[in-house]
């Protein structure tokens, strides 16, 4: 009799966490998941950048409400930005400063909302992240 309630608990365990553990994805190109993530970030990027960005995406993967985004911003013709107008200037003239981004968004009410991002970083700005913002690993491109 234990042994069958054990075997019915552990049963029901497994699919109540299966229930609640989420799948992790890339949104397609094009698609309406995709867009909405990218100009989520776009609005605080070109406010702080001071011109029209575009995005070269590396990686971009979600779980549930959760995104993660890295790649390289670019000017609208598909170049690097103009650094020169931005509080960037000097790192940029330093050699301290690589044109990249990565950010960490999550959906609240249906609306993709910038929980941080950062710009130009010479290492992985975001590592730890997941632990931060509560965010899952998964989302993010660590090793395994």
């Not at 890295?70 to 930005?81: K, L, Y």
Request: proline content about 4%; aromatic content about 14%; glycine content about 6%.
């Amino acid at each position: 009799m234990l042994k069958k309630s054990f075997l019915s608990l552990s049963i029901v365990l497994v699919f109540a966490f299966s229930a609640f553990a989420q799948k992790t994805y890339t949104p397609e190109k094009g698609s309406a998941e995709r867009t909405a993530i990218l100009n989520a970030l776009r609005t605080p990027v070109e406010k702080e950048l001071k011109q029209k960005i575009q995005f070269a995406v590396n990686t971009l993967r979600v779980s549930g409400n959760w995104a993660f985004v890295n790649g390289e911003p670019q000017n609208a013709s598909g170049g690097i930005p103009n650094y020169r107008i931005t509080q960037y200037r000097r790192a940029v003239e330093d050699g301290f400063f690589d044109n990249n981004f990565q950010a960490l968004l999550r959906r609240q009410n249906g609306k993709w909302r910038v929980v941080t991002y950062a710009i130009g970083c010479t290492d992985v700005c975001w590592y730890g992240w997941w632990d931060d913002y509560k965010a899952p690993k998964s989302i993010f491109p660590v090793g395994k």
